[in-house]
């Protein structure tokens, strides 16, 4: 019985907390439908006849913003950045993990190295890098998230294939499958586990990445969160009207995102960290 | 001696050999080399030793405090974090119902990206300090506090999962066992539970420490600074020091490495100390 009320007292603490998590993205959302006058001061305060304008502020901050080809810019870096993450990583993880030699492992130590580098530290070189060699450009951005995300992609790859036995890969030679067969026909196979994994780590970073982004293509072409920055620094006092229609439109994409995969965001959290 | 795989390295590695060496490793050491120097354009570098190291204390007045900032933030944010994260994954594995349901809300806060973070807490919190006549602004603690609370909103969910999954490894006989002993449900957390979750604190705190150190997003977005500097941290005062001042791009380069070496340091020394008391748990 003793359980019973604690676990009855946990429940209410837990209520409770979950309201205090959702409440900010609550607040904007109705401040999404209100005056842009009536916003900063009175922000706890639902819309009423006076306040409520209806889709104005998202009609004003999708023009402002140019909100839908900033979505289509996200899209296209982030699905095509992790596709190709993906495709190469895999590879090179099983490579060098399979083929000892002393440089796979100066590339995996390096790699590894490269995750606690903060950005900060090639900040200014890399977007020089990116210029020089024409890769400012969305085609050219996902090379370098390429580059970037290969650290923690083939670690974590690595980290797996070491407890895949050699037995089914050496089957498959014996059966005439050359390197690249055994490869996509055998090995990726056992690693989509692990693929869904990176492929959710890194979708939830380059989504949402700000800085990379906007300093190597952030002239010509925004993405979301380059946009939203935009509607503060564009103008000398910020419109907070469409600020609040930005962010709801922010995170719609994102809340689809989780509540279709979930149950593979969750596990891979859990999954990705105990490999770490 | 020659293995046949070894013609496969052109498909299989050479693509992300090149791109991690245009992303990082060329920009890596190149930073490394333009520390040294005085550059506006990369290709006028000249060097100069290590005197933007000494400006980099010296002249600016911005980088120690912000350094000291950081660390505070940090202290407090991960400290914060990782106990309120470990109290509800307790909650969480135990028979309270609808505990899937908390777990979605709990995480979710933590696919949304840092700028947007930034502008949604702003509007909370000057929405509370309006009604004494402050914003966000006018004090570097308001600052301060609301950095803190907005990083435990987006980080105590992931934590959370993460402890939740250590908790559910440990083997049932084992609880079972000490609760037949008569051990209470202190005795059973301190004895038990916390020793065998000691690889996820690990995790964790490695996690906490090297995103609160990053952290630049959610402070560009929620006070860029404000008031005078004073709630900057070290990755934002780095980039405006390379991108908001003329003449101190080797100085911020400077910065970076020294901030580079901080970050790596506490890392490492962080992930050698929990490893050990893993190994005596």
Redesign the interface.
């Known amino acids: 019985m003793k359980?019973k009320l604690?676990?009855r007292f946990?429940?209410v603490?837990?209520l409770l907390?979950?309201a205090v998590?959702?409440?900010?993205?609550f607040?904007?959302l109705i401040?999404s439908f209100k005056l842009k006058f009536s916003?900063?001061?009175?922000?706890?305060v639902l819309p009423d006849k006076d306040t409520f304008t209806g889709l104005s502020n998202y009609i004003e901050g999708i023009a402002n913003t140019g909100f839908w080809s900033a979505f289509m810019w996200s899209l296209f870096i982030t699905v095509f950045s992790v596709a190709v993450i993906i495709i190469?990583?895999s590879?090179?993880a099983?490579?060098?993990t399979?083929?000892k030699s002393r440089f796979?492992s100066v590339?995996y130590y390096?790699?590894v190295f490269?995750m606690?580098?903060?950005?900060?530290?090639?900040?200014?070189?890399?977007s020089?890098?990116?210029n020089v060699?024409g890769?400012d450009n969305p085609a050219g951005i996902i090379?370098?998230?390429?580059?970037?995300g290969?650290?923690l992609s083939?670690f974590m790859f690595s980290g797996f294939i070491k407890t895949v036995p050699l037995g089914v890969e050496e089957a498959a030679k014996i059966d005439g499958c050359n390197?690249?067969q055994i490869?996509w026909n055998v090995v990726f196979p056992i690693l989509k586990p692990t693929a869904i994994t990176v492929a959710i780590l890194n979708t939830?970073w380059i989504?949402?990445?700000?800085?990379l982004p906007y300093l190597v293509i952030g002239n010509d072409y925004k993405t979301?969160?380059i946009a939203?920055?935009y509607l503060?620094g564009g103008y000398g006092s910020v419109d907070?009207g469409a600020?609040?229609a930005m962010?709801v439109l922010?995170?719609i994409p994102?809340?689809i995102?989780?509540l279709s995969s979930?149950k593979y965001?969750?596990k891979g959290?859990?999954?990705g960290?105990?490999k770490? | 001696m020659k293995n046949p795989m070894n013609r496969w390295f052109p498909v299989f590695v050479l693509p992300t050999l090149i791109a991690f060496l245009i992303a990082f490793v060329i920009p890596f050491l190149l930073g490394l080399f333009l520390s040294f120097t005085e550059f506006r354009t990369v290709s006028d570098a000249q060097f100069v030793g290590i005197s933007n190291y000494i400006r980099a204390f010296s002249e600016d007045s911005t980088f120690l405090p912000s350094l000291i900032f950081t660390v505070k933030f940090a202290v407090t944010s991960v400290i914060s974090i990782n106990v309120i994260a470990f109290l509800l994954a307790l909650m969480l594995t135990r028979s309270v119902p609808g505990t899937k349901i908390f777990r979605t809300v709990f995480f979710m806060p933590n696919l949304i990206g840092g700028i947007v973070l930034g502008y949604i807490w702003q509007v909370i919190i000057n929405g509370v300090l309006y009604k004494f006549g402050y914003s966000i602004t006018s004090n570097p603690n308001f600052g301060f506090w609301g950095l803190v609370i907005l990083m435990n909103w987006q980080m105590i969910g992931y934590m959370m999962i993460i402890y939740i999954a250590g908790i559910q490894n440990i083997p049932s006989e084992i609880t079972e066992a000490a609760r037949v002993d008569g051990a209470g449900p202190f005795t059973t957390l301190f004895k038990i539970i916390i020793p065998s979750v000691m690889p996820s604190v690990t995790i964790c705190l490695f996690l906490t420490i090297t995103n609160s150190f990053k952290l630049f997003d959610q402070n560009l977005a929620l006070t860029a600074g404000a008031p005078a500097n004073r709630t900057q941290m070290v990755a934002l005062d780095i980039y405006n020091t390379f991108y908001s001042r003329v003449g101190y791009e080797g100085v911020g380069q400077a910065k970076a490495v020294i901030f580079f070496i901080i970050v790596a340091a506490i890392a490492l020394f962080q992930l050698r100390l929990t490893r050990s008391k893993e190994e005596e748990a």
């Open positions: 359980t604690a676990d946990f429940l603490i837990l907390l979950s998590f959702i409440f900010p993205v607040i904007v401040n916003i900063s001061a009175t922000p706890f190469f990583t590879m090179t099983w490579y060098i399979r083929v796979n590339l390096t790699l490269s606690i580098v903060p950005f900060q530290m090639v900040m200014f070189t890399m020089k890098t990116a060699l890769l090379l370098i998230y390429l580059g970037f290969a650290g083939v390197t690249f490869f939830m989504w949402n990445d700000y800085l979301i969160p939203v920055q503060k907070m600020m609040m962010l922010s995170i994102v809340i995102f989780y979930q965001i969750i959290v859990a999954s960290a105990v770490g």
